[in-house]
């Protein structure tokens, strides 16, 4: 499974990279307004720090607006994928990119015919967003299921994003699930790192090294 990073954040980023876990990274308009730059030297610069998939999101909400975007965020580095919103427009808009190589991610779908229609159209990606069907009482990963299940049942290319991450049992199961990518924040990267019997042991063993002189 593949694990982008969800920020537009330059130092975790970095971080991310220099752990060698990571793969991509997902940016949303929200996430690029937090880091308070200009659009063009911040995503410029995302694009050096990762040597895999940059997100970047188109803002315009017309197939031709799109289209349009899509070309100058495509034009910024060879590694960029552009998102689209699951909307009308956004479909044709993917039908017409893909016709013309430019990688797309068809973002914001919370359902399983959504991401039959961007599978059709042609989408790269699809981000099924988990989270934020879990926060309106809904199970969000069953929607990634069913995705999987489906593309599977007809050999749909598109590669399975799963998005709105918020916790490492999240992860888990997009990967009990057969999610190609998981998107997560940095705080659940960090979480993923982490158990409390490591920390234990490894104190322990410290403190026995310690304790008995050697020397390496
Ligand atoms: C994905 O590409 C989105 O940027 C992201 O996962 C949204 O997550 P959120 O629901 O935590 O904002």
């Not at 997100?55 to 017309?62: F, G, H, I, K, Y």
């Not at 967003?129 to 999987?148: A, K, N, S, T, W």
Request: proline content about 6%; overall charge neutral; aromatic content about 6%.
């Amino acid at each position: 499974m593949k694990i982008f990073l969800d920020t537009a954040s330059v130092s975790e980023l970095k971080e991310g990279v220099a752990l060698g876990v990571v793969d991509g990274v997902t940016t949303n308009p929200s996430l690029i307004a937090k880091e308070k730059r200009p659009f063009r030297p911040l995503v410029e610069e995302i694009c050096q720090v990762v040597p895999g998939v940059v997100n970047l999101e188109v803002v315009a909400l017309d197939e031709e607006g799109m289209v349009k975007e899509a070309k100058e965020l495509a034009a910024i580095a060879p590694n960029v994928v552009v998102k689209l919103p699951m909307t009308k427009d956004g479909l044709k808009a993917i039908k017409r990119l893909t016709g013309e190589g430019i990688k797309t991610n068809q973002t914001l779908c919370f359902s399983a015919p959504q991401a039959l229609l961007s599978a059709k159209a042609g989408a790269t990606y699809i981000s099924p967003f988990v989270g934020r069907l879990d926060d309106i009482g809904e199970i969000g990963m069953d929607v990634v299921r069913q995705i999987v299940q489906i593309y599977r049942n007809y050999g749909y290319p598109t590669q399975v994003l799963a998005a709105s991450i918020r916790s490492p049992q999240h992860v888990i199961e997009a990967g009990l699930a057969g999610a190609h990518v998981a998107t997560m924040p940095f705080s659940v990267l960090e979480q993923l790192v982490k158990h409390p019997l490591t920390d234990i042991g490894l104190k322990k063993f410290l403190d026995d090294w310690t304790k008995s002189g050697a020397k390496i």
